[in-house]
Every structure is written in C-alpha cells, then in structure tokens.
C-alpha cells in the first residue's frame, strides 16, 4: 500500500530551485532514505512533506490526504523531527513528553503506557527529570524520537536525526527505527551520511535540487558503471594523484588504506596502471575488487551524469 | 478549539516564564522599580521653593512681610543678598528660583499713598514651576496686605467692615490635599500594565523562532487560536497579579485613597490587559528576534503612555492635533478610568465611554491578532 506519494515536487527560493523534480512513492512499512550531500535539497523535502512549507509546483499524498489542500489533517497522521532540535531546553524530558502528548491530544492514560517502553528503549529512563538543555547531542535526539512517537504516528519524517550524534546513540537510535518499522510506521529519512543510507529499503539520491535515481541500495549498486578495485598504499594520496586522468578511470575515491578506482574493465585496464605506478616510483599490491559502497555509487552516478 | 491543546500551550509557556530569569525580572521586578521610580520621581508639587529676599529697607514692615514667607511651605529662604549684583547671580546660578525685593521705601509709600510694589524675580526655565511660584507669592502678600489694612484699620478706631465685597470660597474635589501623586500614581499602574503585558507577549513568538522550537511547533495539529490564547492566558494571569501589587503599593505606600469598586477595577484592567498583551502578540509575530521585538515593544507601549496618555500631562492642555493622536492612545482610557474609579470611585455606568473605548480596541486587536500568525515557515 502506498503511503506516501510524491509527483513533480518543486520548492523556489529567490528564483532559485531548492528542489524539483521530486518523484517517488512509499509503501507501508519502509524506511526511505532522502540522500545527498549538503544543499541537495533534503531539508526542503522534508518540510514540505511535513506540511509546514508550501511547494510551488507538483503534488503531496499521504495517506489519502493531499498535503496541500489540507497540511493541518495531514498532520494527524505524521511527525516529523526537523534537523535542529526543536524541543524546549528550559523544559525537563518529562515536561517535553507531556506537551507533545497534550498537543496530539493523548491520553493521560496512554502517554503513561507509551512513555515507560519508549524511554526503555532508548535507554533514557535515568533522565526523565533533568532539563532537555543539559542532555548530550545523541540523547537530545533520542528524546527528539521519543516526542515524535508519543501519539504511534503512521509516518515518521525524520530529517538528519543522526548528523552530529555518538555512534553508541545512533546504534539505538536505529535499532528504535527498526523496531518501529516491524510495527508498521513507515519511515522517511534524510541523510548525509552513506552508511546509514544503505540501511534503508530504498533511497532517493538527490543533488543540486534535483532528484537523480531512485531504487533499492542493491539495485542502485548493480547500475555502477564498470567495475571496482581497491588499491592498498601507504602513499595513498600520490597513489590517487598518479591515476588521475589515466584512461579508463572513471572514478577516484581516498580511503584511510589506499584508493578505491572504478574502472571502465577492470581486466584491461590494471596491468597499464600498475605499470603508471611503478614508474612513478610508487609500489602497490595489485588491486583487489572491492564492494561497492553508496558512496562509491554516488561518486559514480553523478560523474557518469556529468560527462 | 480543543482544550487539551490549549492547555499544553499555556503550561509550556507558564514553566518557561518560571524558569527565564528576563521574564521574571519583567514580570516582578519591573512593576515595583517603575512604581518607586515614578512615585517618588515626578512631582509636580511646588513646596520648599529656594528663595532669596533682598530687603532694601529692613524695616518693621518689611520684616513683617518676609515672616509671612518664612511661615509658608512653599518658599525655603536660601539667600539674603544685599546688592542686585547677587540677586541676579543667586538666580544665574539656580541657587535660588525666586528672588523677592522690598524697595527702600517699601513702609514710607504705604503711609503715604496707602500701596506699595514688592518685586517678584523667577526663574522661568521651567515655566510651570514659575507660575506656580508666583501664584503661591501673590498670595502670601495678599494675606499681609490683608492683616496690614485689619491692623492699621483697628488702629484708626474703625470697624473692620468687609474689607473684600467678593471672595472665592473654594473647594477642592476627589483629590482635597492638591497632592499630584494621587494624580499620578494611577497613571503608573496604567504604565506598569503596558509595559510588562507587551514586553512579555512580545517576547513569546520570538522566543520559539530564535531557539528554533517553531519549526516543530507548527508540524503539529495545534492551530493558530489555541497559540494564541494559550500563551497569552499565563501571562493575564501575570498581568493581574501585578496590578494587585501596584493597588495595594499605590493604597498602603503612598496612601493614595481607593474609593471605587475592586470589581470595576478589575474587569477594566482585564479589558485593558487584553489589549496590550494583543498589541505585544502582533509585535512578536511581525518580528522573529526577541530583542527586536522588545524594543519595539518599548517603544509603543513606554512613548504614548507616558506622553499622550494624560498620566502626567493633561490632554485637553495638548494642542488640536496632538489631542487627535491620543485619541489612539488605548492607555489614555484605562488611565480615564483609574484616576475616577481611585479619586472619584465612578462605577461603570460614570465610565461607559472610556470602557467602551477599551472594549472596542480589545475587539480590533483581537481580531488581527488572531489572524496574524500562519503556520508556515516562510
């Protein structure tokens, strides 16, 4: 079942579009992934799914409900987490809990069966009355999470909840995302960061605004031109700067341990580069395929639009 | 309208007011510095004015006439000068603000000619003062020339028929001491209802833009009305306490009298609270920084009612035009109403223009005010 339906979705700021071209649908039960760098239009995205920016152009459903005829009962259905932390710091945990409750109109009764597992799972229970403002980056955006699903909304907008959190917060914070989605909360999700880009049942790429490719991880994967190696070098960044412009290199990305090359044919082509790289006095294993990670994908289908 | 929203609201906002130390400092400090401030601060009373007497005869009868100013209350004799020379100087310099001279023959021209002229010099750079000064002279030598034509009448052997065919006999109504505090203090309450209502509304919409709470605030089904009244309803609550603090201050600290009905009192500074937490509300949508909207709330609030609101200065004084802004001063009625339900103890019935002035300026702020604010991030 489709819950979230998006047509020719466009936003302009001064003439200039923050995002166009937005297309996709999502069903029941999925964590969809909003993903690119800084400025693709993500935020954008996400506050007009939210129904608090008015798109110029295109059209928002979500569950049976045009967002732009009626954004106040979309509403009921959904939460929504913006990037900044939106919660009151002069307010304890507790006191964030109950506002929130109180504004979707919880029950007494409810928020207090709701709120004992949520703050479990989270691994909050010890903080309920300290101020939100004395909690650390992760917990405020655990917290965050918490008064999202105080009312079990069926769609949860989550925009970069984990940008600047601890990996052990961001540990529970998927596995919180996890187990909502086995309940059935279908979740959309911005990112900038790749390795929580392939956790999502399908993605959206999006840069400069627009919206590129659309699909599972693995299907966007299995679109990679060529195929792709890894070097393995202590002298990684003149490793890079050797095979730069060489033929058949379609892509160059550092790693910590070498460079990763996607190559146009991988059989043709390594013996040349290896040659390249012992005459620049650089000595190299031989390269070894390597699995492609949404970034090498990302760097790989924008250049590949590029030329 | 739904009143659990509502009610969240208004919590929230509640609990962030006890816990901004800028709002409680607003909230309780304020009212008490601008009643001291203002009570002790402006005095339009003329008492202890520093005089100088040049006496250029020194006589019995020019002695007579300065104990007449040294009894009274109004004049203080700082200075005796002997030259013109200092009289002047005395007055150059401020260390006195009226300088009376006796001439030389001041006792010789009475005897001769039954009138002589004393001479009244004022500093008249603050001219209210001056005239005040000048009145208050006439009268103390009015009341030596009095008992001087008793004295020397009794002296001739005649009766002392009516000396004056016509006198006023006056009486002085609702504030019987002359005392300009009773007449200002009322005002202060006025000013201290403004001041605090709009700066604390002006603050509550900001607040949440600036720290970046709207962005979430507006993604929920909460709508613009409940907003409104939720987080204006603590700060009535505020605004009501601090006209009880400013009553009891004004009534048991500076003892000014409380003839009207609390009710009354009540009900029209609820009206008028309305009004200025609306005006503060606008403000604080219009503008996203808190300190913009302060200052801005200052300044409409603090201005007029200090200055066109008749607290101090009377309008019907002000010329044509200026009359026909005060009109739009909604601080010039509430002060209407306070000065009569304190000095007069009106009822509403006495009130009804003022009241309805204020009612119809809570209607119109409220109704934009519920307008003003969209549920968009733009």
Redesign the interface.
């Known amino acids: 079942m489709t819950v979230v339906s998006v047509h020719g979705l466009g936003k302009s700021f001064a003439g200039i579009a923050a995002a166009d071209g937005m297309d996709f649908d999502v069903e029941n039960g999925e964590i969809f992934g909003l993903v690119g760098p800084d400025g693709a239009g993500k935020t954008t995205v996400m506050?007009m799914l939210?129904?608090?920016?008015?798109p110029d152009r295109g059209s928002i459903v979500i569950d049976g409900i045009d967002v732009l005829a009626d954004?106040?009962a979309a509403?009921?259905h959904l939460?929504?987490?913006?990037q900044?932390?939106?919660?009151?710091?002069?307010?304890t945990v507790d006191?964030n809990i109950?506002?929130?409750a109180?504004?979707?109109?919880v029950s007494r009764k409810l928020r207090a069966e709701r709120t004992g597992p949520l703050l479990a799972a989270s691994n909050m229970e010890p903080f309920r009355a300290r101020l939100a403002g004395q909690l650390s980056g992760g917990m405020k955006q655990k917290l965050g999470l918490i008064c999202a699903l105080i009312h079990t909304p069926r769609i949860l907008l989550l925009d970069e909840p984990t940008t600047g959190v601890d990996p052990v917060s961001r540990r529970d914070f998927w596995r919180i995302l996890y187990g909502l989605r086995e309940q059935g909360v279908t979740i959309l999700i911005s990112t900038a960061y790749l390795d929580e880009a392939e956790r999502c049942t399908r993605l959206a790429l999006l840069h400069h605004g627009r919206q590129r490719y659309c699909d599972t991880p693995e299907r966007l994967k299995a679109m990679m031109p060529g195929t792709l190696v890894s070097f393995t070098s202590r002298q990684a960044r003149a490793v890079r700067d050797a095979l730069e412009g060489q033929p058949g290199v379609l892509g160059l990305l550092l790693y910590g341990d070498g460079v990763r090359a996607l190559l146009d044919d991988a059989a043709k082509r390594v013996p040349g580069l290896m040659a390249r790289l012992a005459s620049a006095g650089l000595d190299s294993e031989p390269p070894r395929p390597a699995e492609p990670g949404i970034e090498d994908l990302f760097v790989a289908l924008l250049k590949d639009e590029e030329s | 309208m739904?009143p659990?929203?509502l009610?969240?609201?208004a919590?929230?906002e509640a609990?962030?007011i006890l816990?901004?130390p800028i709002s409680l400092v607003i909230a309780l400090l304020m009212p008490f510095m601008q009643m001291i401030l203002l009570g002790y601060g402006i005095n339009l009373d003329v008492r202890n004015l520093p005089t100088c007497v040049f006496d250029r005869e020194a006589s019995q009868d020019s002695q007579a006439l300065l104990k007449h100013f040294q009894a009274s209350p109004y004049f203080r004799i700082v200075e005796t000068p002997s030259t013109y020379r200092d009289v002047i100087r005395a007055l150059d310099g401020g260390a006195c603000r009226l300088a009376i001279v006796i001439p030389p023959d001041f006792s010789q021209r009475i005897a001769d000619s039954g009138g002589s002229a004393v001479q009244a010099l004022t500093d008249a750079s603050d001219d209210n003062t001056a005239n005040i000064a000048i009145g208050y002279a006439q009268a103390v030598v009015g009341a030596y020339a009095a008992e001087a034509t008793a004295g020397a009448a009794a002296r001739a052997g005649l009766s002392t028929g009516p000396l004056q065919p016509v006198a006023v006999q006056s009486r002085v109504w609702f504030n019987e001491d002359l005392e300009s505090r009773n007449f200002i203090i009322p005002g202060v309450v006025a000013l201290v209802m403004a001041l605090v209502g709009a700066q604390l509304a002006s603050l509550t919409v900001s607040r949440e833009w600036e720290?970046?709470?709207?962005?979430?605030?507006?993604?929920?089904?909460?709508?613009p009305m409940e907003l409104m009244l939720g987080k204006l309803a603590p700060y009535f609550l505020v605004g009501l306490l601090d006209a009880a603090f400013c009553l009891c201050f004004a009534v048991f600290w500076f003892k000014v009298p409380f003839r009207g009905d609390l009710l009354v009192l009540f009900l029209t500074t609820s009206l008028f609270l309305v009004v200025v937490l609306g005006i503060g509300y606008l403000i604080s949508v219009a503008i996203r920084s808190q300190l913009g909207a302060s200052q801005i709330g200052l300044l409409v609030t603090m201005l007029p009612t200090v200055l066109l609101s008749g607290m101090a200065f009377p309008i019907d004084q002000m010329p044509k035009a200026v009359q026909l802004v005060c009109t739009f001063v909604p601080a010039r009625y509430y002060i209407a109403i306070l000065k009569a339900v304190f000095l007069k103890g009106s009822g509403l019935l006495e009130l009804w223009r003022p009241v309805a002035a204020l009612l119809a300026y809570a209607a119109v702020i409220g109704f934009f005010a519920a307008r003003a604010f969209k549920?968009?991030?733009?």
Request: hydrophobic content about 35%.
């Open positions: 506050r939210a129904g608090v920016m008015r954004p106040e509403k009921q939460s929504y987490m913006p900044r932390f939106g919660l009151y710091e002069d307010l006191e109950r506002f929130y109180d504004l979707f109109e | 739904r659990l929203r009610k969240a609201i919590v929230k609990l962030q816990r901004d720290r970046g709470t709207m962005e979430l605030l507006v993604s929920t089904p909460v709508t549920k968009r991030l733009e």
